[in-house]
């Protein structure tokens, strides 16, 4: 079975909320609303250290939908709106969607809203109108630190991509976006031990974080 998910390096990440913005351009997010939130997470005091700096550590953590392996929200939709595709993404039926709001009060992570003009539930959808033309979610293309991947679970978190920066000023943009790397070929060396999900409350997340040699918060 596919399982659609997005794999951040924070150990990369910056908090420039290029993620953000790029989300809300491209999948016309009202302002004030967000498919995707970065958090600041620290500074807090190093284990054995003073507390003061340098002695801190923090991280930033973007947050939205996880595309649970057992979403709450599908499962207490009234009208069957709120479904899990089979490329393992959650994804909101808006003819059906008669916003009750029962799952963005069911979400662990509050990541879901009510679109007060159109009066449906809205979410991240990994950018469904772009990976079903074989195409990055455009959090991942434009992630200018190269933290963010984009991949199927199934064949192992190594194997997800992300546009492969170049050198060469003459590439036109349609093929250099089409230059791809991979996790394993890209950022530092990680352990299993290093890898990270939200809270897990029996829904299992599958968005994945790795972080290196700072303590988890998330």
């Not at 293309?141 to 963010?148: F, N, T």
């Not at 192992?156 to 991509?161: Q, V």
């Not at 590439?171 to 897990?200: H, K």
Request: aromatic content about 8%; hydrophobic content about 30%.
């Amino acid at each position: 079975m596919t399982q659609f998910a997005i794999v951040t390096d924070l150990n990369r990440c910056v908090g420039c909320l290029a993620c953000s913005t790029a989300c809300k351009a491209v999948n016309g997010v009202n302002v004030g609303d967000f498919w995707i939130k970065t958090l600041r997470i620290g500074p807090t005091p190093i284990e054995g250290g003073s507390g003061d700096w340098p002695d801190v550590e923090m991280y930033f953590l973007p947050i939205q939908c996880q595309h649970c392996a057992e979403p709450e929200c599908v499962k207490v939709c009234p009208t069957e709106a709120s479904r899990k595709l089979e490329d393992g993404t959650v994804q909101v039926d808006k003819e059906k969607c008669i916003g009750c709001q029962f799952c963005a009060m069911a979400c662990p992570y509050g990541v879901r809203y009510l679109n007060e003009e159109e009066r449906v539930v809205e979410k991240c959808t990994l950018c469904e109108q772009r990976t079903s033309q074989g195409e990055l979610p455009q959090c991942v293309s434009q992630c200018g630190s190269r933290a963010r991947f984009f991949g199927d679970l199934e064949k192992g978190i190594a194997t997800f991509e992300a546009p492969a920066p170049t050198q060469d000023l003459s590439t036109d943009y349609d093929t250099m976006t089409g230059i791809r790397t991979t996790l394993a070929d890209w950022v530092e060396p990680w352990s299993d031990s290093d890898v990270y999900t939200l809270t897990d409350v029996g829904n299992g997340p599958q968005i994945q974080y790795i972080l290196r040699n700072r303590k988890w918060q998330g």
